[in-house]
């Protein structure tokens, strides 16, 4: 039998990890697969992935621009995907292509990695684009209380549930158990969305764990941050392989070889 074809697409896709640690991960579980990064332009992406799916490929992530572009072509979509209006994985059988949205189990994951049990808890997520969605998603599916601050305040009103200004995030803080930020504020290893007084003045009220979705080589600034005020923080790196793994799920239908994709991920972050 051929191997298996996998893979992710974007635009561009060379700073995409997803090959460094799925290789890894494939090769540790004996498959016989591959796992390549297709960059295609968003002109292009609906010709090309309906032409991937008919060659026999059993399915791909899907990254930045595409996953809006993915949720409208697919044929069918998971309750996830339907909700949050993204697809970042699809899957092939023959010319069918199904869409699934792993970003909200990776959410979820992560926080519980953080020693996070989201039934009950109030949490606050910064950003409306599509990992904020999928966070509001995981914490709302969980039975968490969800708030949602976005800079443009009609994004996150469309998401349905309880809405702050942003510039009230700093005041609302202290009365938060769990605060999720989803913006690319940060990703420059500089400019952090808060600053340390609103972080210790947080940590001093109810607010004790902090998860960045954004992930770089050394600490992001919210992370180091939280972490200086006592906090519980991590970053995007775990949020990013127990997505994988739920994409793994899908393909294969077994356990993804989590630790390995984890550490292999860390070192092609950097770390
Ligand atoms: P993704 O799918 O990765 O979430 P996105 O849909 O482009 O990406 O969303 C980016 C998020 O970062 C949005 O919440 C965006 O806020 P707006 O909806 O107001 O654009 C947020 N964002 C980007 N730059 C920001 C900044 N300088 N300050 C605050 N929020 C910012």
């Known amino acids: 039998m051929a191997p298996t074809r996998l893979g992710v697409v974007g635009h561009p896709v ?3 990890l997803s090959p460094a640690f799925w290789e890894p991960a494939l090769a ?4 016989d697969a591959t796992f390549e990064a297709f960059d295609v332009p968003s002109a292009g992406f609906e010709a090309f992935i309906r032409e991937l799916a008919v060659s ?5 992530n899907v990254t930045i621009p595409h996953k809006t572009a993915a949720y409208e072509l697919a044929d069918r979509r998971s309750n996830v995907a339907e909700r949050t209006g993204a697809v970042n994985v699809v899957v092939f059988d023959g010319a069918e292509i199904s869409g699934a949205n792993t970003d909200a189990h990776g959410v979820a994951a992560a926080l519980g990695d953080l020693g996070v049990t989201i039934a009950g808890v109030r949490a606050l997520v910064l950003g409306a684009g599509g990992a904020g969605r999928a966070a509001v998603d995981a914490l709302r599916s969980g039975s968490a209380t969800v708030v949602v601050a976005n800079r443009t305040r009609g994004r996150a009103e469309a998401l349905g ?6 510039a009230d ?3 609302a803080l202290p009365e938060i158990d769990v605060l999720v930020h989803t913006t690319s504020v940060g990703l420059d290893g500089k400019a ?3 600053d340390d007084s609103a972080l210790r003045e947080a940590a001093a009220g109810r607010l004790r764990t902090v998860l960045d979705v954004v992930y770089r080589p050394d600490e992001t600034p919210l992370v ?3 972490r200086h005020a006592g906090l519980v923080a991590g970053d995007g790196l775990r949020m990013l392989v ?5 994409a793994w799920r899908l393909f294969f239908g077994d356990e993804a070889p989590i630790e390995v994709m984890h550490a292999a991920a860390a070192r092609a972050a950097g770390r």
Do not use: C, K, T, Y
């Open 14 to 16: 060379a700073h995409s």
């Open 28 to 31: 540790h579980a004996g498959r």
């Open 56 to 60: 026999g490929a059993r399915g791909l």
């Open 161 to 166: 549930v309880e809405v702050i200004g942003w």
């Open 169 to 171: 995030v700093p005041l």
């Open 192 to 194: 952090s969305v808060l």
């Open 224 to 226: 180091h941050a939280a």
């Open 242 to 246: 127990h997505q994988a793994a739920e």
